[in-house]
């Protein structure tokens, strides 16, 4: 049996990217597909410059700066532009910021700040009033919405913000910090423009996953059938008796459902069932421990 084991992994239309700091905006990755999904495994340090930010509109101090990652892209075609940063840690605190920049080929000049939010983890006012940690999945989606979220949780009870429109020729540059670990991130562009292709090391450079590789005492398998139009397994050996939870997540990052697991020693098979979902994208995250499996996977019209 093959297997697959994560924070590596996610479906055949994915990316990860190699395991070093890019916690500089000068050293900001260049992503030129946003048609394909991309990993970010670990955000070990906030980079040799850690005053990079200064006051934003969801601060009036210095971002804290801690585990950070900068990413940066140019629109070819026009249209609509969003985002969802899934936590590999499903209680991680992740904030942003998102910029346009005038200077072409030096993106960390004229930064003009778009959105951003550091909303979580929760006061205890918060928390009473909302019921939520405001931890978990980020992003740009399509809502109506404000264009940041200040330090706390907000009556909504989430992370995003709303998407953007953007132009040709427009030039972007996306801050991201994980303030509570060196966890990463699964980051999925929607919207229907599309980025350039531009000089230097492009991510992602091809549409796949990376498979035949295992860590600690627990091994998964990729999801399959993918697509799938009723059902969704993952095979796992573990080498201990596990408890631990399935969360099916949509697009957006919200959480559709949680359960329990218990898995023997050996070989076991998760089974999820897809029928009752609209057709889409979705992630399955499986946690058994410290082990935590991120699978993407299609959901198709049944026949």
Request: hydrophobic share 35%.
């Amino acid at each position: 049996m093959k297997y697959t084991v994560l924070f590596a992994i996610l479906w055949h239309l994915a990316t990860a990217l190699p395991a070093q700091s890019y916690g500089d905006c000068a050293n900001a990755y260049i992503v030129c597909n946003n048609k394909i999904p991309i990993q970010i495994p670990e955000i070990p340090d906030a980079g040799k410059n850690e005053k990079e930010i200064a006051g934003s509109n969801c601060s009036n101090i210095p971002f804290p700066e801690t585990n950070v990652v900068w990413l940066v892209w140019e629109v070819e075609k026009p249209g609509r532009l969003g985002f969802t940063l899934v936590p590999l840690n499903e209680s991680d605190d992740l904030d942003f910021v998102l910029y346009r920049t005038a200077v072409k080929g030096n993106h960390c000049r004229n930064r003009s700040e778009i959105a951003c939010t550091l909303a979580g983890p929760p006061r205890a006012e918060d928390f009473a009033r909302t019921g939520s940690n405001c931890t978990g999945a980020t992003g740009l989606r399509q809502q109506p919405g404000s264009a940041s979220k200040t330090i706390g949780c907000s009556d909504d009870s989430d992370k995003f913000l709303a998407d953007i429109e953007v132009k040709a020729g427009e030039q972007y540059v996306l801050f991201v910090n994980n303030y509570l670990s060196e966890k990463g991130f699964l980051l999925e562009f929607t919207g229907d423009c599309t980025f350039r292709e531009i000089p230097g090391n492009c991510i992602p450079q091809s549409p796949i996953s990376i498979k035949e590789q295992s860590s600690g005492n627990v091994r998964f398998s990729d999801l399959y059938p993918n697509p799938s139009a009723h059902r969704i397994f993952s095979d796992i050996y573990s080498e201990n008796d596990l408890s631990g939870n399935v969360d099916l997540i949509d697009l957006n990052g919200r959480l559709i459902e949680s359960r329990k697991i218990q898995i023997g020693k050996g070989d076991n098979q998760i089974e999820t069932d897809v029928e009752s979902l609209a057709a889409g994208i979705y992630y399955l995250k499986i946690r058994l421990g410290e082990d935590v499996f991120l699978g993407r996977f299609c959901k198709i019209h049944g026949q």
